[in-house]
């Protein structure tokens, strides 16, 4: 088993004498948690205990709490993902994050917000290739990219490649043959990601996206039709293009380490 290379970077500081053993300890530990008022109680040791960044839904939340959340995790951790976010969330977290030197990255067409001290995610080697089946999942897609490449993958995207004209998946495909895993999205009947499965010889990650209307619409036909694939694939929820993009960063991370 392969040692977590945040794991491995606390333990070159220790060394080096740039922290304290019970600094390193604490960060080893993975277990830290802060609170903020009485709403929130945020973890700071995922990425040490499980190698993944900390990614805050903005769905459903205030927008006073989330930017507090947000900031604070910035701040803990370096680096905080906000998913879902709305273009006056995003107003709110940008004005607060400049006040206390923060940067800030929004990824518009995935509805992300990226707020970090400085620091890069250190690149992998893993390459995750994401596509879609129509336009109308570029956003759930671009959410997937956006983590996949916060964890360190380099990702090659091919939008728009279609299952009712077979012809165009063909030409898509080619310059995405090195990737580690697929994640494919699609919305209506869902068939593209068993198509993908049949036509390559790595990991697919099926997303169902919202797309659809009238019976079995919203995804739901989407779903079912990946779940009842005669292709090897994984399928995740409806829309979930964060759990698609962790998913795929690990799988190919560690394909990539020694």
Do not use: W
């Not at 609170?35 to 040490?48: E, K, L, M, P, Y």
């Not at 709490?65 to 951790?77: D, K």
């Not at 068993?194 to 739901?220: F, H, Q, R």
Request: proline share 4%.
């Amino acid at each position: 088993m392969h040692p977590n290379p945040s794991l491995k970077e606390v333990l070159i500081r220790y060394r080096n004498g740039e922290i304290s053993l019970d600094s390193a300890a604490e960060e080893i530990e993975g277990l830290r948690m802060d609170h903020i008022g009485n709403f929130a109680c945020i973890d700071v040791g995922r990425s040490i205990r499980c190698g993944m960044p900390e990614v805050v839904l903005a769905e459903g939340k205030e927008s006073g709490h989330l930017t507090q959340i947000a900031i604070r995790h910035a701040e803990a951790a370096g680096r905080c993902i906000v998913t879902r976010v709305k273009p006056e969330q995003v107003i709110l977290i940008k004005k607060s994050a400049e006040n206390n030197g923060i940067n800030v990255h929004y990824h518009e067409a995935g509805q992300v917000i990226v707020l970090s001290k400085g620091a890069e995610p250190k690149r992998t080697g893993g390459i995750v290739a994401v596509i879609t089946a129509g336009t109308s999942d570029i956003k759930v897609a671009e959410e997937a990219k956006v983590i996949a490449e916060e964890m360190g993958c380099e990702v090659r995207t091919a939008y728009d490649v279609g299952a009712a004209g077979i012809h165009r998946l063909f030409p898509a495909l080619k310059p995405l043959l090195s990737a580690h895993v697929f994640i494919v999205c699609a919305g209506r009947e869902g068939t593209l990601p068993a198509i993908v499965a049949g036509l390559v010889d790595k990991p697919v990650i099926g997303v169902p996206v919202s797309t659809g209307y009238g019976y079995m619409g919203e995804g739901e036909a989407a779903l079912a039709s990946m779940l009842q694939s005669c292709s090897v694939i994984a399928v995740v929820n409806i829309d979930a293009g964060f759990t698609a993009g962790a998913f795929a960063a690990r799988i190919a991370n560690m394909g990539e380490k020694p």
